[in-house]
């Protein structure tokens, strides 16, 4: 994979992002690009550390690497508790308002270290080195960090874009799969909500996709990135078009809710998400049946999924209302018209809704394989 450089423009100024293969290794003369830093300061979890430490120590390279702090990655350890723990581990290190904070692992450390960067010392300048596909196409862009609460997902977080992005498809090799293919969720929602030609290529190509195959890898990655940089860009605070990559999480993150963060990692509750969306589009007259036969053949190729909870609709309708976008009560979600296309509504019936929520089960049987 060649490298890329993508530029995202944020209120605190732009930011690059740099991926393909390999660029771990131009780490330490990416980040002398950004200036001067007092202290560095690492932030990964016990397990990705072992599969990639002495990757990044190489690429680094710098001689001022003050300490490493490892912490809990499960996203049940995504809470204030965990970052107040790596607050004092960092302040016990002597972190000042010069250091530089580079976090290398997957969602759950990207935010956890996005969230203490933006308090600690009032701020301090952060790094992101993504290790999961999730991550690498989505949570490590866009200046959102924040962190779980028993009501609900992400409900306390700060925006704290980092300095510079360094996507490499290197350290995606020792990602378990299961992970792996979370991943691809987001990377299909890439397709739904923005670029048609993505999906239609994730239709034709996903087998190579799932073996990791460089070519296709060549292009998705990049490509979604691309797409997320457009849309942060135009809408940092999520204050109106940002909302269109919520695709499938306001009902994603009520299953994760509604489990207490122990069933489901990210990408598989936005898969279930993104076809009960699709679902809803349909519903209320908005995406055609052929549009949502397509988006719910390709998540269901993601499959094995864990099983959607056996829980009643208005438990999973009570979780909704803790969603970020909910508005004065309204429940809002992200509807498709058709593929490559999204929008907000926040006029969905109660019914059609709840319609949705006791056929959602369906999709899927208990062994995780497809039905019909």
């Known amino acids: 994979m060649k490298k890329k450089r993508i530029l995202v423009q944020s209120s605190a100024g732009g930011y690059t992002i740099v991926c393909g293969e390999g660029v771990l290794r131009d780490a330490a003369r990416e980040i002398r690009r950004l200036g001067k830093f007092s202290r560095i300061h690492l932030v990964s979890s016990p397990n990705v550390w072992r599969e990639v430490g002495k990757r990044v120590l190489r690429g680094l390279g710098l001689k001022n690497v003050h300490a490493r702090h490892l912490m809990n990655d499960a996203e049940s350890a995504k809470d204030l508790f965990t970052v107040e723990k790596l607050s004092r581990s960092l302040v016990r290190a002597g972190i000042d308002r010069h250091s530089l904070i580079i976090a290398v692992g997957g969602g759950v450390v990207g935010d956890v270290a996005g969230f203490a960067a933006s308090t600690c010392q009032r701020g301090v300048a952060l790094v992101q080195v993504p290790t999961t596909l999730i991550s690498q196409v989505d949570s490590a862009v866009g200046g959102k960090t924040g962190v779980n609460l028993p009501e609900g997902k992400n409900l306390v977080g700060t925006f704290h874009p980092a300095r510079l992005v360094l996507v490499d498809s290197a350290l995606l090799k020792p990602l378990p799969e299961r992970q792996y293919r979370g991943g691809l969720a987001e990377v299909i929602k890439y397709g739904v909500i923005a670029d048609a030609k993505l999906f239609a290529f994730l ?17 998705i990655i990049p490509r979604s990135l691309e797409l997320k940089a457009q849309v942060v860009s135009r809408d940092e605070r999520e204050s109106g078009l940002r909302e269109i990559l919520n695709f499938g999480h306001t009902f994603g993150h009520a299953l994760e809710t509604i489990t207490n963060y122990r069933v489901y990692q990210h990408g598989e509750a936005v898969a279930w998400g993104m076809m009960a969306a699709a679902l809803l589009g349909h519903e209320i007259h908005l995406t055609p049946a052929d549009e949502v ?53 926040d006029d969905v019936p109660l019914e059609a809704l709840e319609r949705v929520l006791h056929f959602a089960p369906h999709f899927v049987n208990p062994a995780g394989k497809p039905r019909g």
Request: net charge positive.
């Open 203 to 219: 239709e034709k190509n996903l087998e190579a996709v799932l073996r990791r195959d460089p070519a296709p890898l060549a292009y």
């Open 293 to 345: 036969s397509r988006i719910v053949s390709l998540v269901r190729r993601l499959a094995p999924l864990p099983p959607w909870p056996e829980v009643p609709p208005e438990k999973l309708i009570d979780a909704m209302r803790s969603d970020k976008k909910t508005r004065a009560g309204k429940l809002r979600f992200v509807l498709a018209p058709k593929i490559g296309k999204a929008e907000s509504h």
